[in-house]
């Protein structure tokens, strides 16, 4: 049997909906600290420039990942050890880049706050500024 042609409308709709809540997601801060590189990533910084050379006709990135990925694999312990100290150097100077930023953060909520409170100070002086105008207003009608 036959699906009413509507039924096709309908799907599309409901695909339409999920891309739009897609939408919807808080937009991501640009001064927020990357994450650093795990140990394999920073053995494939080194194996990437390795490959090339001895590989110049291969230009395919799937080929150059999948060789780090195999030799990855075969490597003992003691031959990733190096690239995990460099990973771990990473994770902590990162450690240290976000405990700043989020410092900085806080420090930046508690500026909207004292924002706040200036506003709230400069709309008690419009007032006082406003009386003032209305006495003197109230003193020219009684001459």
């Known amino acids: 049997m036959k699906k ?16 739009t809540a897609a939408k919807g997601k808080a937009a991501k801060d640009p001064n927020k600290p990357k ?3 795990s140990a ?3 053995f494939m910084e080194d194996f990437r420039t390795q490959f090339k050379a ?5 230009k395919s990135v799937a080929q150059v990942g999948k060789a780090g990925g195999a030799k990855w694999k075969a490597m003992s312990d003691s031959e990733k050890a190096p690239f995990q100290a460099k990973a771990d150097k990473r994770k902590k100077e990162y450690e240290k880049v976000m405990a700043a930023y989020n410092k900085k953060q806080d420090a930046g909520g508690k500026v909207e706050e004292e924002d706040d409170e200036v506003a709230e100070d400069s709309d008690k002086s419009k007032s006082e500024v406003n009386d ?3 006495d003197e207003d109230s003193d020219e009608e009684a001459e």
């Open 4 to 19: 009413p042609s509507g039924s096709t409308k309908n799907s599309d709709a409901k695909l339409a909906v999920k891309k």
């Open 35 to 37: 994450r650093p590189a």
């Open 40 to 42: 394999f990533f920073v």
């Open 54 to 58: 001895e590989n110049p006709n291969v």
């Open 132 to 134: 003032e105008e209305d």
